[in-house]
């Protein structure tokens, strides 16, 4: 069970990877365009982060993940779950935002520093 766990949330990982890196581009995209706010893609891209984190905290658990080397064991459940708080703080300061072009542009960057933490976590557990 722990190796089907293991293989869902690395496969997820990479697939969330995208989807904040579309959802990112589109909001800055839309910003530039001077579309009105919509948080449909941030919306679906937080979403599949929290998915992730829920995958990886039950594997974690099952799999005693806390007996892995420090860096498995602390430091990558550490980065992504700034990750995903940074892409939630975005995302609601985003729709307290008077101006679309704000709003846009406050989730691209929240969602592009995630994805940027996201690629730590990944690394940091693909080089061990």
Not at 54 to 64: D, I, K, M
Not at 91 to 115: F, I, K, P, S
Request: hydrophobic letters at 60%; glycine letters at 10%; proline letters at 2%.
């Amino acid at each position: 069970m722990t190796d089907m766990l293991f293989e869902i949330h690395r496969g997820l990982g990479y697939v969330a990877f995208v989807v904040v890196l579309v959802a990112s581009v589109m909001a800055f995209n839309r910003a530039k365009n001077g579309q009105e706010f919509s948080d449909g893609m941030p919306k679906a891209a937080v979403i599949l982060l929290d998915i992730q984190v829920l995958v990886g905290v039950v594997f974690y658990v099952l799999g005693e993940g806390w007996e892995a080397e420090p860096v498995v064991a602390l430091v990558h459940p550490l980065v992504n779950v700034a990750a995903v708080g940074l892409a939630h703080a975005g995302l609601g300061r985003a729709r307290r935002e008077q101006m679309a072009l704000d709003a846009h542009r406050t989730v691209g960057r929240a969602l592009a520093v995630a994805m940027v933490l996201l690629l730590v976590g990944i690394g940091l557990v693909s080089t061990n």
